[in-house]
C-alpha cells in the first residue's frame, strides 16, 4: 500500500478526535535542530478545514488495527474496515516534508490498539524517538497514552512528546461499561494521575538544574463524547471541572457524537450530531476555565442541560438580574468579567482606560465591547445606553438575535428561537 | 503654514518628516512618498532622510513611554490610509500631552492607530500559518499577498522555525521578499518574481498535503461559512490546497526545472545589511 492510501485510510480515522492546538509549548530554537514552537501562546492555525475546524498538526493514526471493540468507533474490531499502518519511518519522513512546508505545527500522533497497549506505545515511541532524535525534530508533538500501557513506557512517551492526552470519550462509567466494555474509569484515570504527577516533578526538576529534561510540558488534555449516551450538561460540566481541579488538565475537549455505526445502544445514524450542544459546553468550558465561574453557578439538577437559546453567560446573567447593572467605572475586575459581551481583553482595556478619565458607554465597543449584548447589564456614570428601552421579554429576543449569526447550526436554531419562554 | 511632506517610503524617512516639520515649526496637510508629486496650494518640501534626525526623533518618542516607539513602528508597517499623518498625529499629541492617552485605547487619536496594528498583528498572526513553502532545489521558496507589510514582522518566526534551512518569502503586495540563509536575513525590493514549477518530490508532498486537507473534514459537520470567517478567502490564492489541478503536476523536463533562480541567486549569506526599517531601541 502506499503512502497516500495509508494517509488518506489513518487520516480518516483519526478526524473524529476533536483535539488539535500546538498551545502551551515553548521550544525555543536549537542549533542544528528544525523548528520550534515559540509562536503565539494560543497555537497556530494552518489552515481550516471545510467543517471550519483549526488544522495545526498532521493528525492520524498510526494504525486503525484494534484489538478492542469501543462500541461508538469506526476503529473498532468488529467493524468491516480496511486497515493499514505507517511504519515509523514514513510518519517521520511525512511529518517533517509538512512541517518544513509550514503545512503544520507538529504531529498528533494516536493509534488503534495493535496487539496490546504496550506494543503500541512502543511503536509509537520509536516513531517519536526518530523524528526527536534522527530528524532532530524540534516542532510540536502530540501523543496519545493508550490506557492500560505499562507507566514506564509512557514515562518515555512523555519525554519525547509536549503534550499527553488520555481520552475519557464516554462522561460516565456506566457509559463505558456499556459502549467501551475494553475500558475502565480506573485503566483511563491511572496514566492521568501519571502523566499530572510526572509533569509536575518534571517542572520542579528544571527550576534546579535549567536541562533536566522536561515531561509532557504542555501539560495533557482529555476529550469528551457528547451524545452518543444520555449524560447531562451539568453531569459533564462538572466532570471537566473536577479533571482541571485535580488533575490539572489543559483542556477538555468536546466532540459532538457523530453517528458513524448502527447499533441498539447508541443514537440512530440519521441523527444529527449535537453541535449546538458541543458549542454551549465550549462557551461554558471557557467561563470555567477564565471568568471564574463554577459548573454549580451555571446548571444544576433541576436545570441540567444550557438553554439552547442563549449561551451559558447570558443565560446565567438572566436568571441573576438583581446583580445588574454594573457600573464600569467602579467594578472591580471579576464583576466586570460577568457582563455579557465583556470578555478578558475589554475587561482588562476598561480597567486601564478608566484610569485616564470617567468612561462612557460610548466608548465602550473602541475597547472590543460587544454592546449588543452587554449594553443592557452595564451603566458608565451611572447611564445606560442612550436610547436604550427594555422589557424582560425584548432583552431576551435582543440577547438571541445578537447571537444568531455566531452559532454553529443556524438552521437548527431557528426551530427553538419561538418556543415558549418556559422551556 | 502648511506643507506636503515628500519622503523616500523608509521608516526612517518618515521619521525623518516628524524631525523637518517640528523644525520649521509647520503644520503638515499630507505626508505622501511615491509616485508624481500632485499640484497643491500648499508648499511642497522633500525630506532627506538623515539617519541621525530619525535616530532622535525615535529615541524621543521611546523615552515618553515603553511601547511608544515600537507602536510608532509597526504603525507604519499597517495599510491604515494617511498612516503617516495618523502617526504625526499620536506622535505630536505624546509629545504635547505625555503618555496618559496611551492607557485609553478609545482616544481619538490613539484608536485608528491601534485598530490598523492590531489588523497587522492579526494578519501577521495568520500569515504565521497560511504561509506554505514549496522546496526547490533545496531552498525553500513562499509567496504571500498580505494587506500590510508583513514581512518585518513574520522574520524572526521564520528564521526560527528554518534555522538551518535556506528560504525566501515573497511578498506580491508591497514587491520585496525577505531572504534568509547561513544565519542571516534580509528584505530587499524585489518587482518580479515567478515560482517554478514544482519538481517529482515536491509535486508528492504537495498532493499527499492536498489529500490530508480534504480527508481531515468531517462531512457531517461541513460549514463553510465558520471556515470563510476564520480563513479569510484572500489568503486562499497562495496556499497549496486551494491550487488547481497544475500545481500539483510535476516538471517533466528536468532540464525546464529552473530552480526559482532569481532570488536563489540573491542569497549573499555572510553580508549583514537591511534596508528595511531597523527595530525602535536599536539605534544605529
Ligand atoms: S481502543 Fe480506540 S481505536 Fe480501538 S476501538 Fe476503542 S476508541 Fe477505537
Redesign the interface.
Known amino acids: 500500500m502506499d503512502?497516500?492510501e495509508k494517509?488518506?485510510i489513518l487520516?480518516?480515522a483519526a478526524?473524529?478526535d476533536a483535539a488539535c492546538t500546538s498551545s502551551g509549548a515553548k521550544r525555543?530554537?536549537?542549533?542544528?535542530?528544525?523548528?520550534?514552537t515559540?509562536?503565539?501562546p494560543a497555537g497556530?492555525?494552518?489552515?481550516?478545514?471545510?467543517?471550519?475546524?483549526?488544522?495545526?498538526l498532521?493528525?492520524v493514526l498510526l494504525t486503525n488495527r484494534c484489538i478492542y471493540d469501543c462500541k461508538y468507533c469506526v476503529n473498532r474490531r468488529s467493524n468491516d474496515a480496511k486497515r493499514a499502518a505507517f511504519t515509523p519511518e514514513e510518519l517521520a519522513d511525512?511529518t517533517i516534508?509538512?512541517y518544513?512546508?509550514?503545512?503544520v505545527?507538529g504531529l498528533f500522533l494516536s493509534s488503534g490498539v495493535f496487539r496490546s497497549p504496550d506494543d503500541t506505545t512502543e511503536l509509537m515511541i520509536k516513531t517519536l524517538a526518530l523524528l526527536r532524535e534522527r530528524y532532530r525534530f524540534n516542532g510540536y508533538i502530540h501523543a496519545k497514552a493508550i490506557p492500560g500501557a505499562s507507566p514506564e513506557l509512557i514515562e518515555r512517551l512523555g519525554f519525547l512528546a509536549d503534550r499527553l492526552s488520555v481520552n475519557i470519550e464516554l462522561p460516565s462509567e456506566a457509559g463505558l461499561k456499556r459502549l467501551a466494555p475494553d475500558k475502565s474509569k480506573h485503566s483511563i484515570l491511572t496514566p492521568m494521575r501519571q502523566i499530572q504527577c510526572r509533569n509536575r516533578q518534571s517542572r520542579e526538576e528544571l527550576v534546579k538544574y535549567r536541562h533536566a529534561p522536561r515531561f509532557a510540558p504542555a501539560g495533557q488534555s482529555t476529550q469528551l463524547i457528547v451524545g452518543a449516551t444520555a449524560d447531562t450538561d451539568f453531569h459533564i460540566l462538572r466532570l471537566s471541572q473536577g479533571l482541571y481541579d485535580r488533575y490539572q488538565l489543559k483542556r477538555v475537549f468536546y466532540s459532538?457524537y457523530?453517528p458513524v455505526v448502527e447499533h441498539a445502544l447508541l443514537p440512530a445514524k440519521d441523527v444529527?450530531?449535537p453541535?449546538l450542544r458541543e458549542h454551549r459546553l465550549y462557551q461554558a468550558d471557557w467561563l470555567l476555565r477564565f471568568y471564574g465561574f463554577r459548573a454549580e453557578e451555571l446548571l444544576d439538577e433541576s436545570h441540567p442541560d444550557f438553554d439552547t437559546r442563549v449561551d451559558p453567560k447570558c443565560s446565567w446573567a438572566l436568571a441573576h438580574l438583581d446583580f445588574f447593572p454594573v457600573e464600569i467605572n467602579t467594578a472591580d475586575y471579576e464583576a466586570l468579567l460577568r457582563i455579557p459581551g465583556v470578555g478578558v481583553t475589554s475587561a482588562k482595556?476598561i480597567l486601564?482606560?478608566r484610569?485616564?478619565?470617567p468612561?462612557h458607554t460610548n466608548?465602550?465597543q473602541?475597547?472590543?465591547v460587544v454592546m449588543k449584548r452587554a449594553q443592557y447589564f452595564l451603566t458608565a456614570s451611572g447611564r445606560m445606553a442612550d436610547g436604550l428601552h427594555f422589557t424582560p421579554d425584548s432583552l431576551l429576543r435582543g440577547l438571541i438575535a445578537a447571537e444568531k449569526p455566531l452559532l454553529?447550526e443556524p438552521d437548527f436554531e431557528q426551530l427553538s428561537l419561538f418556543d415558549p419562554v418556559t422551556a | 503654514m502648511e506643507a506636503v511632506y515628500h519622503y523616500d517610503g523608509s521608516f526612517e524617512g518618515f521619521l525623518c518628516c516628524i524631525f523637518d516639520i517640528y523644525q520649521y515649526k509647520e503644520i503638515p496637510a499630507a505626508i505622501e512618498c511615491g509616485g508624481e508629486k500632485a499640484f497643491t496650494l500648499f508648499a511642497s518640501r522633500t525630506v532627506e532622510t538623515d539617519r541621525s534626525h530619525s535616530a532622535r526623533v525615535l529615541r524621543k518618542v521611546s523615552a515618553c513611554a515603553p511601547g511608544a516607539g515600537k507602536l510608532l513602528w509597526h504603525g507604519f508597517l499597517t495599510c491604515l490610509p494617511e498612516k503617516e499623518l495618523h502617526l504625526y498625529y499620536f506622535v505630536a499629541k505624546l509629545l504635547r500631552d505625555g503618555p496618559?492617552?496611551l492607557?485609553?485605547?478609545?482616544?481619538k487619536t490613539l484608536?485608528p492607530v491601534v485598530r490598523a496594528v492590531q489588523h497587522l498583528h492579526g494578519e501577521v498572526?495568520?500569515l504565521?500559518?497560511?504561509?506554505?513553502?514549496?522546496?526547490l532545489g533545496g531552498v525553500?521558496g513562499?509567496e504571500i499577498e498580505p494587506k500590510n507589510r508583513v514581512l518585518p514582522l513574520l522574520k524572526s518566526?521564520f528564521c526560527?522555525?528554518?534555522?538551518?534551512?535556506r528560504f525566501f518569502l515573497y511578498d506580491r503586495t508591497h514587491k520585496e521578499a525577505l531572504f534568509y540563509a547561513g544565519g542571516h536575513a534580509v528584505i530587499q525590493p524585489l518587482e518580479h518574481f515567478q515560482m517554478a514549477p514544482p519538481d517529482e518530490a515536491e509535486a508528492r508532498?504537495r498532493?499527499?498535503?492536498k489529500?490530508?486537507?480534504d480527508?481531515?473534514?468531517?462531512?457531517?459537520?461541513?460549514?463553510?461559512?465558520?471556515?470563510m470567517?476564520?480563513?479569510p478567502k484572500r489568503y486562499w490564492n497562495t496556499?497549496?490546497?486551494f491550487q488547481d489541478e497544475d500545481y500539483f503536476k510535476p516538471q517533466t523536463h528536468p532540464e525546464d526545472a529552473a530552480i526559482p533562480a532569481a532570488p536563489a541567486a540573491r542569497f549573499v549569506p555572510g553580508t549583514r545589511q537591511e534596508p528595511g526599517p531597523s527595530a525602535p531601541g536599536s539605534d544605529p
Request: proline content about 4%; some cysteine.
Open positions: 503512502t497516500l494517509l488518506t487520516t480518516a478526524k473524529y525555543s530554537p536549537k542549533k542544528g535542530a528544525i523548528g520550534s515559540s509562536s503565539a497556530c492555525c494552518h489552515s481550516f478545514s471545510s467543517d471550519g475546524r483549526c488544522v495545526t498532521l493528525k511525512l516534508s509538512f518544513r512546508r509550514n503545512y505545527e459532538a457523530i444529527k450530531p453541535l482595556r486601564s482606560a484610569r485616564v478619565g468612561l466608548q465602550l473602541k475597547l472590543g454553529p | 496618559a492617552f492607557q485609553d485605547r478609545s482616544d484608536y498572526h495568520l504565521k500559518g497560511f504561509v506554505r513553502f514549496s522546496e525553500l513562499g518566526h526560527a522555525r528554518y534555522q538551518n534551512e508532498y498532493i499527499l498535503w489529500r490530508f486537507y480527508t481531515i473534514a468531517i462531512k457531517e459537520r461541513y460549514n463553510p461559512r465558520c471556515r470567517t476564520n480563513m496556499m497549496t490546497e
